[in-house]
């Protein structure tokens, strides 16, 4: 059974990079089946779907966030990682990883709350 656990800072400052990273176990990011998202909701609103890295490396952004975000990944250690930049209070937000599969998310992390202040 596959597992998603994301880890980093739960304090940024405005103007940082948040960075986090999701951990999986019990499937490999690199199996042609699924692709890996990041997925966040900020205080009282929705699911926002920030991006998204493929079995191959492929990534795609949502267009609000593109500009500030991106998706990496080491196969090596089976995680991939989430990196937003210019970050202002409106990013505090608790972040999820996600498992993909036929565009539909399956499997999640149990998030991490992301505060941004000074």
């Known amino acids: 059974q596959v597992q998603l656990q994301e880890s980093g800072p739960g304090l940024v400052k405005p103007s940082q990079t948040l960075s986090l990273t999701c951990t999986v176990s019990?499937?490999?990011?690199?199996?042609?089946?699924?692709?890996w998202s990041w997925i966040r909701q900020p205080p009282g609103k929705g699911l926002e779907w920030m991006g998204v890295?493929?079995?191959?490396?492929?990534?795609y952004y949502s267009p609000s966030l593109k500009s500030r975000t991106s998706i990496s990944r080491d196969t090596s250690k089976n995680m991939f990682s989430l990196q937003l930049s210019s970050v202002t209070p409106e990013d505090t937000a608790v972040y999820y990883c996600?498992?993909?599969?036929?565009?539909?998310?399956?499997?999640w992390g149990q998030g991490t709350q992301v505060t941004v202040s000074s």
């Open positions: 019990g499937e490999s990011i690199t199996n042609s089946d699924y692709a």
């Open positions: 996600v498992r993909i599969s036929w565009r539909v998310p399956r499997d």
């Open positions: 890295i493929h079995y191959d490396g492929i990534t």
